[in-house]
């Protein structure tokens, strides 16, 4: 359920921030309505993370993660914290900022960390005390070998949050990471906050366990698997990037998409630059077009979720008609496909709505410069 409404959201997203970001371009330089139309991109900002908040609670399936630097993430964080949290809580920081990156949702983790924080400060109140979080790169230890027989790779990033709170009695423990399971007050707790941080670390390929002494404190400790590096990926690291690279072109792109606002915003970007574009918002009439004259598409933009066929069905059709086109695969909520129908459908390139019109251009060049 929370999918579809974010689907939708983003589409009317897509709208909001592609005609603003329009009108704004639109504007002459110190136009006094440039402010109201920052106020306006800043809000649909807001409005693209509440969904990313939501969609992390509906079980949708993962999304392709790309490589972070989880130190940049945890700092942000911990800016946060300082400024939300009391002074009886002292923030110390223990971060290795040379960690490897991690294929992850930077979103995501940002919620994990700020559900063991608040779970810290609380298990600290009233008095105070320390929180510390760390982040190192470290092979598994000998117990966590033993406890996660499957963290078998050399060394893991580690994050970790401790607290001098009043510890979690130990026939507890086991039910902390249940959905619902509280020990606050009626009113006071869902019991989601574990359960949610759970689900975060299992779908980045992570453990997560907890130490605790009743009295002392807790730590809760998370290891995320390292990405793989460039070598390991077999990409070649970039040449020195071009300057200013081109935006523009004249290829002959095919736009589908079921959302006719979309489909406009997109020839109000793309057209301008020299593209030339047939859209449609039907993707049967889009197939129609390309058997009429397959060469004479140069890449194909589809949305995923549309009535009669979806994204990944019409590239199917398109593939047996001209298996090299290239194409690119739009959706409103993250998780349109797993990263094996992704791979199978062998796209170019997938875009999470709300696209902006920085992003489009600048895929649309990587893919059909590729
Ligand atoms: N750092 C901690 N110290 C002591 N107890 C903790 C700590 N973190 C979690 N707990 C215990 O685990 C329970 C479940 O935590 P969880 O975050 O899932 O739910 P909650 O904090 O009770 O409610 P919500 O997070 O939805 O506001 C808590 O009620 C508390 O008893
Ligand atoms: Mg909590």
Same mark, same amino acid.
């Given at each position: 359920l929370v999918g579809g409404i974010a689907h939708n959201f983003n589409n009317l997203l897509t709208s909001i921030f592609g005609f603003s970001e329009l009108a704004r371009n639109a504007?002459?330089? $110190?136009?006094?309505?440039t402010k109201y139309l920052d106020q306006v991109l800043k809000s649909a900002r807001n409005a693209k993370e509440l969904i990313e908040q939501l969609l992390t609670f509906s079980n949708r399936k993962p999304s392709p993660h790309l490589p972070v630097s989880l130190d940049r993430v945890v700092s942000r964080c911990l800016k946060m914290l300082r400024s939300s949290l009391p002074a009886t809580i002292e923030i110390r920081e223990d971060i290795d900022p040379s960690c490897p990156k991690v294929e992850a949702d930077p979103g995501q983790i940002e919620q994990l960390l700020m559900n063991l924080a608040t779970n810290a400060f609380q298990a600290m109140e009233p008095e105070g005390g320390v929180l510390e979080v760390g982040l190192h790169c470290r092979p598994p230890t000998p117990e966590e070998r033993e406890r996660f027989?499957?963290?078998?790779?050399?060394a893991y990033v580690c994050l970790s949050v401790r607290d001098t709170g009043a510890g979690i009695p130990p026939e507890v423990v086991p039910k902390?990471?249940?959905?619902?399971?509280?020990? #606050?007050? #009626?009113?006071? $707790?869902? $019991?989601l906050g574990l359960s949610v941080v759970h689900g975060i670390v299992k779908r980045h390929g992570g453990e997560i366990y907890v130490v605790s002494s009743p009295g002392k404190g807790t730590t809760f400790r998370c290891c995320f698997p390292c990405a793989p590096s460039r070598e390991e990926r077999g990409v070649p690291t970039p040449k020195a990037k071009p300057t200013a690279?081109?935006?523009?072109g004249s290829e002959r792109i095919l736009f589908v998409d079921d959302q006719p606002a979309i489909g406009l915003l997109v020839e109000e970007i793309l057209s301008p630059l020299g593209y030339r574009l047939t859209r449609t918002t039907d993707p049967l009439e889009a197939l129609e077009h390309f058997r009429r004259s397959p060469e004479s598409f140069d890449l194909l933009i589809t949305d995923q979720l549309m009535p009669k066929l979806n994204g990944l069905a019409l590239i199917g059709e398109i593939r047996r008609l001209r298996d090299d086109l290239p194409v690119i695969l739009l959706s409103g909520h993250h998780g349109p496909a797993s990263s094996e129908e992704l791979d199978k459908a062998a796209i170019s390139a997938f875009l999470p709505k709300p696209i902006s019109a920085a992003t489009l251009l600048r895929t649309i060049r990587q893919v059909l410069d590729a």
């Open positions: 504007l002459s330089e $110190g136009h006094p309505a027989p499957h963290l078998t790779a050399e902390i990471f249940d959905p619902f399971f509280t020990t #606050r007050k #009626r009113g006071e $707790g869902t $019991g690279p081109s935006l523009g």
